[in-house]
């Protein structure tokens, strides 16, 4: 395109240069040379405005977002998506939302949009782990963005978003340490691994320093998607004396969630806000902002750094209370709002841990 109207123009100037060489007199040449010039920085204007559209066209950054499943109500995906639109408010890419229907069709629309060659591929969730590993090898000019997950090995056109969810595990507990009555908190998780010990190891490391002297209960469900174990769980807990119990028994959750309500003990969520569910007996929850490790990795490989994985915590605002990263946290509905000492507490907790003061021992590298 660009050769094209340059071309033209060149065209043009020759076309001039030889009317004025065949003029006879001087004066002759004076006129044409003063005719031809306003069509000539016509013309030039043109060529440079069209120039300037193409290399914007050219520039523009192609984004889609695939989904594991549809996004409906599911709170953690719809961050996803809010990350997606602040792209395209503050950098102007063009941006695309594929939702998958099933996970059958999960690599299809991957491998769709690595056909239709898209420049930035974002993947939410581990449902993606196996595709992504296998297809990133296959595209090296696409850039692929996994958040809350990441390879391994990782591709080298892979960037992954991941979580310090300690240090916002580390901050339930404080919660929980801070508003006990019977001084017995604990935690259902799913399995017993480095990797899921994050949730209650930083939740018994949080409430043990703001009250050395709470008992702190961790039982495991042994999978994840155990609601009935995780409630039986629970209720054997509450039982025991425990009055907080964080639910981080990924889809067992909801069992801890129906003891809670039935036994009227405090519990906390994971990754979305579940206080408007049971406002009386979800105190607060571990928010993943999602949307901040969509926006800033990808804000990231607009800016050409060459990090490959980011690690978002409490600095980065990428984990934390629903209170604390809420726009408005009094229309969150949780239980927290009638503490307003342990909200002020634990603000000053968590800006101590951002500060250094306080380090959050992180189970994946204690011990390496």
């Not at 800033?296 to 490959?308: D, Y």
């Not at 984990?319 to 709002?337: K, N, Y």
Request: net charge negative; glycine share 8%; aromatic share 8%.
């Amino acid at each position: 395109m660009l050769k094209k109207y340059l071309v033209t123009f060149l065209t043009i100037l020759m076309v001039f240069s030889l009317l004025a060489a065949c003029a006879p007199q001087a004066a002759e040449e004076a006129t044409v040379e003063e005719a031809a010039q306003p069509e000539v920085e016509e013309v030039a204007a043109e060529v440079e405005e069209e120039v300037a559209e193409e290399a914007v066209e050219e520039e523009l950054l192609k984004v889609v977002y695939i989904t594991p499943s549809p996004i409906g109500v599911n709170q953690f995906l719809t961050l996803g998506q809010d990350g997606m639109d602040r792209l395209a408010k503050e950098y102007g890419v063009e941006i695309n939302t594929v939702e998958s229907s099933d996970p059958t069709d999960r690599a299809e629309n991957v491998r769709a949009m690595v056909r239709e060659g898209w420049d930035i591929i974002v993947l939410l969730g581990f449902d993606f782990q196996d595709i992504v590993a296998e297809i990133a090898p296959e595209s090296p000019d696409i850039t692929f963005v996994t958040v809350d997950f990441c390879p391994n090995p990782l591709p080298e056109n892979v960037r992954c978003g991941v979580f310090r969810e300690h240090e916002g595990a580390f901050l339930i507990g404080a919660v929980a340490g801070l508003a006990t009555e019977s001084n017995v908190v604990g935690t259902v998780a799913a399995l017993d691994t480095p990797f899921i010990r994050r949730w209650p190891d930083g939740f018994a490391q949080g409430a043990q320093y703001v009250n050395p002297d709470v008992e702190v209960v961790t039982l495991f469900v042994g999978g994840f998607a155990d609601p009935a174990k995780a409630k039986e769980l629970a209720l054997s807990m509450t039982a025991d004396g425990a009055d907080h119990i964080f639910a981080a028994a990924a889809g067992g959750n909801f069992g801890v969630f129906e003891a809670a309500k039935a036994e009227s003990f405090f519990t906390y969520g994971v990754d979305t806000n579940q206080c408007p569910n049971d406002p009386q007996n979800v105190m607060e929850n571990l928010i993943k902002r999602v949307d901040e490790a969509v926006f800033q990795t990808v804000e990231a490989i607009i800016q050409e750094s060459e990090q490959q994985v980011f690690d978002y915590g409490l600095a980065e605002n990428g984990v934390g209370l629903t209170i604390l990263t809420s726009d408005d946290p009094d229309s969150t509905e949780c239980a927290i709002l009638g503490y307003p000492g342990v909200i002020e507490e634990v603000t000053e907790i968590r800006q101590m841990i951002i500060d250094g003061e306080i380090e959050v021992i992180d189970p994946l590298s204690a011990g390496n």
